[in-house]
T-cell receptor
C-alpha cells in the first residue's frame, strides 16, 4: 500500500534550534517525494523535491531508502518557519499526502 | 502568472443547498485535483482528472461530483450540502504529478 506517515502533529522548537520534521513512506517502486509548506491561511506551496536535491529557505531533506524516510531538516529555526508542513509521495496518477506536522517556533 | 485560480474564496451554504466550486489553471497541465483539508485529517483527495475527458474518485468522493470542462477547468459540485462538508477545498494541477502540484488559494466553505 502507498502511504505517507508524519508521526508528529505538532512540533515546538525554540528559535535558533535545529528542526527535524519526520516523514516515513510505504511504496513498492522507486519513490518520488516532496515537502509542501502552508503558511497561515495560505495555499500550499512546494518546498522541495528529493529529485532536485535543493535547499529552500535553509531546509533540506534526504531520501533514505533503507529506512523509507524523507525527514525535513533545518539547522537553525527562524520564527517565519512557523507553518504546516506536509510530506507527499508521487503515487503515479496522484500525490499522496501525510496528515501534516504543525511547526511552532518559540521565541 | 495566475497559476491555479479558485472561486469563490468563501461561501456559506444552508443544509440542502447546492453549489459549484470553480477551478482553472493556465499552465497547460494535464492533471487536476480536488482536495479537502480538515484539522487533524490533512489533505484528502475527493476527485481527480488525469487528463481532459477523464475523472476518477479519490478517497472521499461521496456527496460530490466533478466536471472536467476542458483542459483548463475542473469544477466540483455539491448537490445537497451537509454540515460534514464544511471544510477548506483546494484545487491543484500537475504534469502527471512528477514535478509536484500547484495549488489554488482555497475555498473556505461553511454549511449551516
Amino acid at each position: 500500500a502507498q502511504r505517507v506517515t508524519q508521526p508528529e502533529k505538532l512540533l515546538s522548537v525554540f528559535k535558533g534550534a535545529p528542526v527535524e520534521l519526520k516523514c516515513n513512506y510505504s511504496y513498492s517502486g522507486s519513490p518520488e517525494l516532496f515537502w509542501y509548506v502552508q503558511y497561515s491561511r495560505q495555499r500550499l506551496q512546494l518546498l522541495l523535491r528529493h529529485i532536485s536535491r535543493e535547499s529552500i529557505k535553509g531546509f533540506t531533506a534526504d531520501l533514505n531508502k533503507g529506512e523509507t524516510s524523507f525527514h525535513l531538516k533545518k539547522p537553525f529555526a527562524q520564527e517565519e518557519d512557523s507553518a504546516m508542513y506536509y510530506c507527499a509521495l508521487n503515487g503515479g496518477d496522484k500525490i499522496i499526502f501525510g496528515k501534516g506536522t504543525r511547526l511552532h517556533i518559540l521565541p | 502568472n495566475a497559476g491555479v485560480t479558485q472561486t469563490p474564496k468563501f461561501q456559506v451554504l444552508k443544509t440542502g443547498q447546492s453549489m459549484t466550486l470553480q477551478c482553472a489553471q493556465d499552465m497547460n497541465h494535464n492533471s487536476m485535483y480536488w482536495y479537502r483539508q480538515d484539522p487533524g485529517m490533512g489533505l484528502r483527495l475527493i476527485y481527480y482528472s488525469a487528463s481532459e475527458g477523464t475523472t476518477d474518485k479519490g478517497e472521499v468522493p461521496n456527496g460530490y461530483n466533478v466536471s472536467r470542462l476542458n483542459k483548463r477547468e475542473f469544477s466540483l459540485r455539491l448537490e445537497s450540502a451537509a454540515p460534514s462538508q464544511t471544510s477548506v477545498y483546494f484545487c491543484a494541477s500537475s504534469e502527471q504529478g512528477k514535478y509536484g502540484y500547484t495549488f489554488g488559494s482555497g475555498t473556505r466553505l461553511t454549511v449551516v
